[in-house]
């Protein structure tokens, strides 16, 4: 919901004039600097257990844009028993659909933000110490377990030691976004492609999608070759990282702008009575 809205920065005001630690679903994975001070942790099934007990033993939960699924409460019966729940959230379907809410707010993550920020009582950090060493002194355990590899997971793939990998981007990211990966995957070693593809589902069926690729060389694209085999029997090398995911961009871009243009072709033809349904 706060991406969505793009309310990441009104979400970070409202923390730091409240000091409310934030915590997050894995879909708003992003929606504020992990290294933020009051920024927390993931929640829920597949988060982190400092922020969960967290959840289990707050007297009070904002929950904005998110729907309380059972990857977030478990056992709902048990879920936060001693929290009451403020929920916000565009669709008033979700809420109270899943757990009890005390106050229900309907509306837009970005404006609901902006009009509370002026009825909550600015808070420093020094008034909650006591409760924020509390889950300082959680979160170090957390992240200290062998299970967050001591703070490894912040790095995943470029955390191990294994120089000279090849790591390849088969999304549609945006490229600076590779492109700054890229960059960190050089620092520590690695060698980045950016490996769009293109074929759609009959050509994932048919193991007969096309890549464009960035970044790398003829010996890098040669050692990827087994890899490709299976399902991409044509790759087209465009130049330096990003210039794949560039091509990607360029591809949807024309391939939505014809869907959009015989949209509007067939609904002029509605308009002038013509019988579409005729072949």
Same mark, same amino acid.
């Given at each position: *919901?706060?991406?969505?809205? *793009?309310?990441?920065?009104?979400?970070?005001?409202?923390?730091?004039?409240?000091? $409310?630690?934030?915590?997050?679903?894995?879909?708003? !994975?992003?929606?504020?600097?992990?290294?933020?001070?009051?920024?927390?942790?993931?929640? *829920?099934?597949?988060?982190?257990?400092? %922020?969960?007990?967290?959840? +289990?033993?707050?007297?009070?939960? !904002?929950?904005?844009?998110?729907?309380?699924?059972?990857? #977030?409460?478990?056992?709902?019966?048990?879920?936060?028993?001693?929290?009451?729940?403020?929920?916000?959230? $565009?669709?008033?379907?979700? $809420?109270?659909?899943?757990?009890?809410?005390? %106050? =229900?707010? %309907?509306?837009?993550?970005?404006?609901?933000?902006?009009?509370?920020?002026?009825? #909550? +009582?600015?808070?420093?950090?020094?008034?909650?110490?006591?409760?924020?060493?509390?889950?300082?002194?959680?979160?170090?355990?957390?992240?200290?377990?062998?299970?967050?590899?001591?703070?490894?997971?912040?790095?995943?793939?470029?955390?191990?030691?294994?120089?000279?990998? $090849?790591?390849?981007?088969?999304?549609?990211?945006?490229?600076?976004?590779?492109?700054?990966?890229? /960059? +960190?995957?050089?620092?520590?070693?690695?060698?980045?492609?950016?490996? /769009?593809?293109?074929?759609?589902?009959?050509?994932?069926?048919?193991?007969?999608?096309?890549?464009?690729?960035? *970044?790398?060389?003829?010996?890098?694209?040669?050692?990827? /070759?087994?890899?490709?085999? =299976?399902?991409?029997?044509?790759?087209?090398?465009?130049?330096?990282?990003?210039?794949?995911?560039?091509?990607?961009?360029?591809?949807?871009?024309?391939?939505?702008?014809?869907?959009?243009?015989?949209?509007?072709?067939?609904?002029?033809?509605?308009?002038?009575?013509?019988?579409?349904?005729?072949?």
């Amino acid at each position: *919901g706060i991406l969505h809205a *793009g309310a990441e920065q009104d979400l970070v005001a409202f923390a730091e004039q409240t000091s $409310i630690p934030v915590a997050w679903t894995l879909l708003g !994975i992003g929606a504020m600097d992990e290294e933020h001070p009051l920024a927390y942790g993931f929640m *829920g099934m597949h988060g982190w257990k400092h %922020v969960n007990r967290a959840i +289990q033993s707050a007297d009070l939960l !904002i929950a904005i844009g998110m729907r309380f699924d059972d990857r #977030v409460t478990g056992n709902v019966r048990t879920f936060a028993p001693y929290a009451r729940i403020i929920h916000v959230d $565009i669709d008033p379907a979700e $809420i109270g659909k899943n757990v009890a809410v005390e %106050v =229900p707010i %309907v509306g837009d993550a970005k404006r609901v933000l902006r009009m509370l920020a002026p009825m #909550v +009582q600015a808070t420093p950090m020094d008034a909650r110490k006591e409760y924020l060493d509390q889950l300082a002194d959680w979160k170090r355990e957390s992240t200290a377990s062998s299970w967050h590899g001591s703070g490894a997971w912040r790095d995943g793939l470029l955390s191990a030691d294994n120089p000279g990998q $090849i790591l390849l981007d088969l999304t549609s990211s945006a490229p600076d976004d590779t492109r700054k990966l890229a /960059a +960190q995957a050089k620092a520590r070693g690695r060698i980045y492609m950016d490996a /769009a593809m293109t074929g759609g589902a009959t050509g994932a069926d048919n193991g007969k999608l096309t890549l464009m690729l960035g *970044g790398g060389d003829d010996a890098t694209i040669a050692r990827c /070759a087994p890899v490709f085999a =299976p399902f991409s029997p044509k790759q087209f090398h465009l130049g330096d990282v990003g210039a794949g995911h560039t091509m990607k961009l360029i591809h949807n871009m024309i391939l939505h702008t014809n869907f959009f243009a015989t949209s509007e072709g067939c609904r002029l033809a509605e308009h002038a009575g013509l019988p579409l349904a005729k072949r």
